[in-house]
């Protein structure tokens, strides 16, 4: 709806919407490797709809749509992985990863559409890093672009990453475009001064610096972005993999690392400092990370699909133009 009264011009906060956005295409993450062994299965819901997520006994991950195609019996729900396959528990058909349906134990000759196609809708995984990603589209279309190389989750050099993960009321759209926002980064964040950016895109990747080298970042598609935090000369990453659940939340995952340094060096001291400083308020310092700050405004905002900017404003509007490339099914009017 328009967001704008038809009277007065002013902003209509009644009519605006908090988020207009289909769920984007894109490689999303699902879990961490360690949380889904052979065998197991489970119901998870992302993506703006329920999923059965598995992995095979030889250990190959698997997701899913939870309605069988035979008679809409929910796999999830009694299903089991059987060897390589999940099982529908109503009349045992079987799938792979793939969505093909391998075997009926009491099928004579299989349907022909069995032998030509898959007929459970699956999503292709890739596992690497100790993570899994699904590719998503919501026609079903093959992935559009392979993830990319991250040297710091590939490397003995650099420490384990911790993890951390929260729950937030607001589209992925709105949680991204906080990198080209550097305003904020002074009047929410508490910067000492008002940073600079230079920003630039190349298909499905966007790249932004942000102080000259200080904040070096890039989003690879919706749902994954690294972002390198630098000082005196160390480097400390954040890796951001964020996935949209329904319309209206988001579940925002982090991985912070950094190489390894000999415990209570300088060196030690300044990388723990910078992912101090990534998540809330480092020592000796005043400005706030964007766990007590930005959770807040991301929470509580609603979407300006024609939004009043200035001359001091950020790349808003390129950082847009350019997410709209994952969005398959949309309004133009309203985002």
Partial sequence: MNEMSPTTGLFWSKTAEKCPFPIPMGWFFVDYSENIKPGEHRNIFMLDQEWVFFRTAGGKPGMSDPFCPHLGAHIGHGGKVVGETIRCPFHHWGYNPEGWCT?????????????????????????????????????????????????????????????????????????????????????????????????????????VDIGNGYTVGHQQGPGLAIFRFNAQGITSTMISYTVPITLEKSQMNMSFTHKRYPEGTKEAQVAKHLVDHMIGEADGEESAGFESVDLIVWNNKKYRQKPILCDGDGPILKYRQWFRQFYVDYDPAKI
Avoid at 128 to 133: A, Y
Avoid at 152 to 179: C, H
């Fill in 103 to 207: 075997s009926i134990p009491y099928a004579t000759e299989m349907p022909p559409i069995t032998k030509r196609q898959p007929i459970l809708r699956t999503l292709p995984l890739v596992e690497k890093w100790g993570l899994i990603f699904a590719w998503y589209h919501p026609h079903a279309e093959p992935p559009k672009w392979e993830l990319p190389s991250i040297p710091e989750l590939e490397s003995d050099e650099y420490v384990k990453p911790m993890r951390r993960s929260w729950p937030i009321g607001t589209a992925i759209q709105e949680l991204a475009e906080n990198g080209v926002d550097y305003p904020h980064l002074k009047f929410l964040h508490g910067a000492s001064e008002m940073p600079t950016g230079q920003y630039r895109v190349d298909g499905p990747d966007a790249y």
